[in-house]
């Protein structure tokens, strides 16, 4: 599956934006990853096990929301309340949905976007 994120840019703190991630075939559960100058790639968001359920970092619970429109075979992240800290490559990646493997681990996800970049200015 490839994948195709968009919607990264320079924005203030306290700013808002939303991140696309269009995949090219459906049946994968998508998830947001990210990775700051320096840093190793952390999880962002994901669908949890749970029908209709949501799993966040603590970092951005309460600011982010993941979404999809599953016609569309389409992911998004919402932003809000954004902060200096949240500055990364933004990463939408994939994987198979037989695979149980934690939500959270970079491991288990085999298929990775070419990532947008979001800047937060202080």
Wanted: hydrophobic share 35%; with cysteine; proline share 3%.
């Amino acid at each position: 599956v490839q994948l195709q994120a968009s919607g990264g840019g320079l924005v203030q703190a306290g700013g808002s934006l939303r991140l696309p991630c269009a995949a090219s075939a459906s049946h994968y559960r998508m998830s947001w990853f990210r990775q700051a100058p320096g840093k190793e790639r952390e999880f962002v968001a994901a669908f949890s096990w749970r029908a209709e359920g949501t799993y966040y970092a603590s970092s951005v619970k309460g600011r982010f929301t993941i979404s999809r429109n599953d016609a569309k075979n389409t992911v998004y992240l919402q932003m809000n309340s954004l902060k200096p800290e949240d500055t990364a490559v933004y990463y939408c990646v994939a994987r198979s949905t037989v695979n149980l493997g934690a939500l959270s681990s970079a491991g288990e996800h085999p298929y990775w976007g070419q990532g947008t970049q979001v800047t937060v200015s202080s």
